[in-house]
T-cell receptor, first 115, second 108 residues
Framework: NAGVTQTPKFQVLKTGQSMTLQCAQD?????MSWYRQDPGMGLRLIHY???????DQGEVPNGYNVSRSTTEDFPLRLLSAAPSQTSVYFC??????????????FGPGTRLTVL | AQRVTQPEKLLSVFKGAPVELKCNYS??????LFWYVQYSRQRLQLLLR??SRESIKGFTADLNKGETSFHLKKPFAQEEDSAMYYC??????????FGTGTRLKVLA
């Protein structure tokens, strides 16, 4: 049971490049989410999903796309990277049971630098 | 606006001293509140949530709706408590709002 996995661990991009951050979980969680962590800003929700085929925007969605074709995977796409997207990105997942949200399990993070 | 405020970026206490990490929230409905912790070189993990009314690793947090607070407390700090602590609010449907975090340093 690997829990929540993220790849890559580190990435350096040039401005304008695109890339996909991968996130997978093997706990059959309905809820998956992406956050960015910046100094002094805490964690901010980018996008989230409550099941395959269902996604919605969080607090800071601009410049990012997501899709949820399977329960297990929730990739985050940067369409045209900008220096402002330099951050540490965390993926998380949890069950949804009877409308109550259970513990979120976090991945190890991806450290992204955009030059 | 829905918001979580953690006023202290850094809190240093001596081992054995009481600890209180402050968290205030702004939310019009009935809040669900959580404390998450990130130890050095470990993943962010749930410490406790108000709905469970539990004590984890000696920490407790009481929801005070009048003061809109959810402060995290421990009577006697241990060195292993040194970590980054985040207060989080489950806002409306499915959206989490995190505070900016407080780094706790427990000094020997």
């Amino acid at each position: 049971n690997a829990g929540v996995t993220q790849t890559p661990k580190f990435q350096v991009l040039k401005t304008g490049q695109s890339m996909t951050l991968q996130c997978a979980q093997d706990m059959n969680h309905e809820y998956m989410s992406w956050y960015r962590q910046d100094p002094g800003m805490g964690l901010r929700l980018i996008h989230y999903s409550v099941g395959a085929g269902i996604t919605d925007q969080g607090e800071v969605p601009n410049g990012y796309n997501v899709s949820r074709s399977t329960t297990e995977d929730f990739p985050l796409r940067l369409l045209s990277a900008a220096p402002s997207q330099t951050s540490v990105y965390f993926c998380a997942s949890s069950w949804i049971a009877g409308g109550t949200y259970n513990e979120q399990f976090f991945g190890p993070g991806t450290r992204l630098t955009v030059l | 606006a829905q918001r979580v405020t953690q006023p202290e970026k850094l809190l240093s206490v001596f081992k054995g001293a009481p600890v209180e990490l402050k968290c205030n929230y702004s939310y019009s409905g009935s809040p669900e509140l959580f404390w998450y912790v990130q130890y050095s070189r470990q993943r962010l993990q749930l410490l406790l949530r108000h709905i469970s009314r539990e004590s984890i690793k000696g920490f407790t947090a009481d929801l005070n709706k009048g003061e809109t607070s959810f402060h995290l407390k421990k009577p006697f700090a241990q060195e292993e408590d040194s970590a980054m602590y985040y207060c989080a609010l489950l806002s409306g449907t499915y959206k989490y709002i995190f505070g900016t975090g407080t780094r706790l340093k427990v000094l020997a």
